[in-house]
Nanobody, 126 residues
Framework: QVQVAESGGDSVQAGGSLRLSCVVS?????????VAWSRRPPGKEREGIAS???????YYSDSVKGRFTVSWDDAKGTLYLEMTNLKSDDTALYSC???????????????????WGQGTQVTVSE
């Protein structure tokens, strides 16, 4: 089973930036993989927000498109989520998940992309 560990969450002012990290235990998923971020705002359902395919394809939800960027460091087995122009609506517990996927079959909306990690908290205040 693929294991993940998130870090980088913090409390920031609206308009600020943060970078989250997701370290993936790569030994279990080979050369073709999918890694994704989701978030769970207080009292709300989990929302998938971004994904990174081993072929380099990325997808973003409308709520974060243009403000958040995912990138992958293959040497470190780490997926990053660069978040800019943060808003109070971005306050949530952010989690990542990874799985074996053939290229072209990676999307953050994939309901089988699990389990999600324990997460890292991001709090944005006005």
């Amino acid at each position: 089973q693929v294991q993940v560990a998130e870090s980088g969450g913090d409390s920031v002012q609206a308009g600020g930036s943060l970078r989250l990290s997701c370290v993936v235990s790569r030994s279990t998923y080979g050369e073709s993989y999918c890694v994704a971020w989701s978030r769970r705002p207080p009292g709300k359902e989990r929302e998938g927000i971004a994904s990174f395919d081993s072929d380099g394809t990325t997808y973003y939800s409308d709520s974060v498109k243009g403000r958040f960027t995912v990138s992958w460091d293959d040497a470190k087995g780490t997926l990053y989520l660069e978040m800019t122009n943060l808003k109070s609506d971005d306050t949530a517990l952010y989690s990542c998940a990874a799985a074996r996927r053939l290229p072209g079959l990676c999307h953050y909306r994939d309901p089988t992309l699990r389990p999600w990690g324990q997460g890292t908290q991001v709090t944005v205040s006005e």
